[in-house]
């Protein structure tokens, strides 16, 4: 059997990354994202890439350092809102934006997957999301079609692994990263942690080693917070009548 277990991520996606292929990248905002493996990306250089994500990091961190690279040409989201570097090449003509409704990007994913080419859903009918869409009514309500979406590469983050791939996540990384996983030729999985075998009790795992083609144990991850808002303290006796 062969060896999924890799010193790095630079090792990891060695002989996988190419110029003009497309990539998943799992997460949610900055929770399960495959940092370490973005940042291989970033170190081999290579170009043109098309990126499935629900968002692209921030400005400094995550996806948005390929972004600051020039090594994105296409996003397929759902959310930028908090990239403003996206918002500033978008707005130039100078990064290719495909929008998606967060749960039809969920499910063009999980499509992909699944071997499903294409489903109908309600969910941006009458808006310019159903622009150039083939429309079907169903129950008398129209829904437009989407189809499945699919990748050379998915990168995804986990939580638990044991060296065949088996991957457990925790919490919001569970959003993305799953679907990614199956939706892809090439799965790359980086874990915080990689346990002894037959320690992960199999009703847990959420992606079986099946899917997962190579994996990294990344060391150092840094829990960031995209963005704390507190409500301003009121002193004591303040207001009181």
């Not at 003009?20 to 493996?37: D, N, Q, S, Y």
């Not at 170009?47 to 400094?60: A, E, P, Q, R, Y």
């Amino acid at each position: 059997m062969r060896q999924k277990l890799h010193s790095d991520a630079d090792c990891a996606l060695d002989g996988l990354l190419r110029d003009g292929m497309t990539v998943m990248a799992g997460g949610f905002g900055l929770c399960g994202i495959p940092e370490h493996l973005i940042a291989a990306i970033g170190r081999a250089g290579v170009k043109d890439l098309t990126v499935i994500s629900n968002n692209c990091g921030v400005d400094d961190f995550g996806l948005g350092i390929l972004l600051a690279a020039g090594q994105i040409r296409k996003m397929v989201s759902s959310y930028v809102g908090e990239n403003k570097m996206f918002e500033r090449m978008y707005l130039a003509g100078a990064l290719e934006l495909e929008f998606n409704p967060q749960g039809t990007l969920a499910e063009r994913i999980r499509a992909g997957g699944a071997g499903i080419p294409a489903f109908f859903t309600r969910t941006g009918y009458g808006t310019m999301v159903a622009e150039g869409k083939k429309v079907e009514v169903f129950d008398g309500v129209p829904h437009i079609m989407e189809t499945a979406l699919t990748a050379d590469l998915a990168i995804v983050k986990a939580w638990r692994a044991d060296a065949e791939g088996n991957l457990v996540y925790r919490k919001t990384a569970q959003n993305f990263n799953p679907m990614m996983a199956t939706a892809a030729r090439t799965t790359v999985a980086e874990v915080e942690a990689v346990v002894p075998a037959a320690t992960l009790d199999p009703d847990h795992v959420h992606t079986p080693g099946i899917y997962v083609d190579r994996l990294i144990e990344g060391p150092g991850y840094e829990k960031r917070i995209e963005r704390m808002t507190t409500r301003q303290r009121i002193p004591d006796g303040v207001g009181a009548e």
